[in-house]
């Protein structure tokens, strides 16, 4: 008798052939290469839930350059480019101008703040 997957020879007209055979249903073959790829996909979920998450991380770190003074600035090839002891920063220009409006205008309004707390506080000395 042969059982599991047993190799037994199989002679016609004086010529052996080697068979495999397979114990189980075609549906239990099935079963398990379903739960074979069940298991692929859990491990893909894995791999990608991890890559979302140090992908999130990184977004979260993103490291903040406080600019006190440029100690370079210079361009090139359609960027500029501002060297500072914390690092470099680089624009694009084209984006920058479009930002300078807007820069402009947060800029004068932070420094008018400035300029009235200022004289306020020397109104409270006299």
Aim: aromatic share 8%.
């Amino acid at each position: 008798m042969l059982f599991g997957n047993d190799l037994y020879n199989i002679q016609i007209n004086s010529i052996t052939f080697n068979k495999l055979i397979i114990m189980g249903s075609s549906k239990d073959i099935l079963i398990d290469r379903i739960f074979e790829l069940e298991e692929q996909v859990k491990d893909l979920k894995e791999i990608s839930e991890f890559y979302i998450q140090k992908s999130q991380n990184q977004a979260v770190e993103k490291e903040h350059i406080y600019v006190h003074e440029a100690q370079t600035i210079w361009a090139d090839s359609g960027e500029l480019h501002l060297e500072c002891e914390q690092g470099s920063i680089v624009f694009n220009m084209q984006t920058l101008l479009n930002d300078l409006p807007s820069i402009f205008d947060l800029c004068l309004e932070e420094h008018d703040k400035n300029r009235q707390y200022i004289i306020n506080q020397i109104k409270t000395i006299k």
